[in-house]
């Protein structure tokens, strides 16, 4: 694989993401949701890291963070994804990879990017229709983000840090929701 150019540096904020292969579901079922998400948790031990923003979709998954430490975070998502990948395969009794190459990573360089950043993140499920609002989407940190559930894998970046309360951010995410439908329902007018 090519040498990847963007550097992980301490105190910045990336995006990272990737899908599965063809587009195909990487979550089978909720269990293995929650099983990548304790090893995330254990594997933040010794690559520490705060978990702004996070979203796992049946075939992809979404994170935002900021880096604590230099140029860790590829072994972080190498060891995590790579334990996952091979429990999953022996659970499916599959071979072969699951995603479509390694990780993708933006680094997040300005607030107004980092808040729609977050908000796009936990409206993905939402706007892909699997459930009516972002706190009834289990596999997000929407609920902790805006109050309504204490976990782990949240900190204080987004509120107090840029929204005043959880319910400003809520506001934050329903706008934007709300947008996504009326630009969804004007499609069919649209010459493509």
Aim: a neutral charge; one cysteine or more.
């Amino acid at each position: 694989m090519p040498v990847r150019l963007l550097r992980f540096l301490a105190g910045h904020y990336y995006h990272l993401y990737n899908r599965g292969v063809n587009y195909e579901a990487i979550f089978f079922s909720p269990d293995n949701y929650t099983y990548l998400l304790r090893l995330l948790k254990k594997r933040l031990v010794c690559y520490p890291m705060a978990v702004i923003a996070y979203c796992l979709m049946p075939n992809h998954y979404h994170f935002l963070v900021k880096l604590e430490q230099d140029d860790t975070l590829p072994q972080l998502m190498r060891g995590l994804f790579g334990a996952y990948v091979q429990a999953l395969n022996r659970q499916q009794s599959r071979q072969g990879p699951l995603f479509q190459g390694r990780f993708r990573a933006i680094m997040v360089d300005e607030d107004a990017y980092l808040t729609h950043l977050a908000r796009y993140i936990h409206a993905n499920p939402v706007v892909a229709g699997l459930v009516a609002t972002p706190e009834a989407w289990a596999y997000s940190n929407y609920q902790e983000v805006v109050g309504l559930r204490a976990g782990t894998l949240c900190d204080d970046t987004l509120v107090p840090g840029y929204f005043p309360t959880g319910q400003a951010y809520r506001e934050f995410v329903e706008d934007y929701v709300a947008e996504r439908r009326e630009v969804a329902g004007l499609e069919r007018y649209l010459l493509v």
